[in-house]
């Protein structure tokens, strides 16, 4: 099946390490080149710039911002697009993930988490769809949010499961907006994955987490990122909206 990705350029969000890098190596792989943005050198970005150039035809470049800032933001876009010429594709996989019960959450940790996780991708958004309908074309955009967003959360990340649930709704008002300019933008909901971000979580308690799994297992970020890749693809050209859930079963909503 060909995806007709080929020659499409992208900007991917949390590029340098877990699901961002799938997402990096997946599209580099149909031929897309991609800019990533990165948080700090501690992600080491060069090793994801590498892999591509030696398990690819394409590229992909590093780009250092810090998304709960909005000039940096803005200055993410910009920089992407002087260096690939055009953006075809948004993929906003960036986030964080903090901890605190309801009782215990400071301001600023609420601030910051819906500053990364919400109007981060929101700014990126804007800027895609002022670019786009400016050069008359269209394009794809991929936000990932999460289970928590329709169940809340069991484990101190209400703040976490509040930027996911606006995720959901701001990207059904920006599908609308945006659906007659040939933009679709969806989402991808989000279990259990095995990332850094929640590894010391799965090693205290493995059963905890699998337990709540239907299919009985952790997911990888490649088997995300693959399903992500078809979904900013020619094949699923007439979805836009949508949210779908990749969770082993955890939603079924």
């Known amino acids: 099946m060909?995806?007709?990705?080929?020659?499409?350029?992208?900007?991917?969000?949390?590029?340098?390490?877990?699901?961002?890098?799938?997402?990096?190596?997946?599209l580099a792989k149909e031929g897309v080149t991609v800019a990533f943005s990165y948080y700090n050198e501690k992600e080491h970005p060069e090793v994801t710039e590498k892999e591509v150039a030696?398990?690819?035809?394409?590229?992909?470049?590093?780009?250092?911002?810090?998304?709960?800032?909005?000039?940096?933001?803005?200055?993410?876009?910009?920089?992407?697009k002087e260096k690939l010429g055009k953006?075809?594709?948004?993929?906003n996989?960036?986030?964080?993930?903090?901890?605190?019960?309801?009782?215990?959450?400071?301001?600023?940790?609420w601030d910051k988490q819906l500053e990364?996780?919400?109007?981060?991708?929101?700014?990126?958004?804007?800027?895609?769809?002022?670019?786009a309908n400016k050069e008359g074309h269209g394009g794809h955009v991929l936000n990932i949010t999460s289970q928590a967003a329709y169940h809340g959360s069991t484990t101190?990340?209400?703040?976490?499961?509040?930027?996911?649930?606006?995720?959901?709704?701001?990207?059904?008002?920006?599908?609308?907006?945006?659906?007659?300019?040939?933009?679709?933008?969806?989402?991808?909901?989000?279990?259990?994955?095995h990332t850094k971000m929640i590894q010391e979580n799965l090693d205290k308690d493995p059963n905890y987490y699998v337990n709540r799994i239907p299919k009985g297992r952790v997911v990888e970020p490649e088997e995300i990122a693959k399903?992500?890749?078809?979904?900013?693809?020619d094949v699923f050209d007439y979805m836009t909206g949508a949210t779908i859930d990749l969770t082993g079963g955890m939603l079924m909503h």
């Open 54 to 80: 030696e398990h690819t035809n394409s590229s992909a470049y590093g780009i250092q911002a810090d998304l709960s800032k909005v000039e940096e933001a803005r200055q993410l876009f910009n920089n992407a």
């Open 2 to 26: 060909k995806l007709g990705l080929d020659g499409k350029k992208a900007l991917i969000t949390g590029g340098a390490t877990g699901l961002g890098q799938q997402f990096v190596m997946a």
């Open 227 to 233: 399903m992500g890749t078809l979904i900013v693809s």
């Open 156 to 193: 101190g990340h209400s703040h976490y499961a509040a930027s996911k649930a606006g995720l959901i709704a701001f990207n059904a008002s920006f599908a609308r907006e945006q659906a007659k300019k040939n933009i679709n933008s969806n989402n991808i909901a989000i279990g259990i994955m």
């Open 87 to 91: 953006i075809d594709i948004l993929i």
């Open 93 to 109: 996989n960036a986030g964080v993930w903090l901890t605190g019960a309801v009782t215990d959450i400071k301001p600023e940790d």
């Open 116 to 131: 990364t996780n919400l109007r981060g991708p929101f700014l990126l958004c804007q800027e895609f769809a002022q670019a």
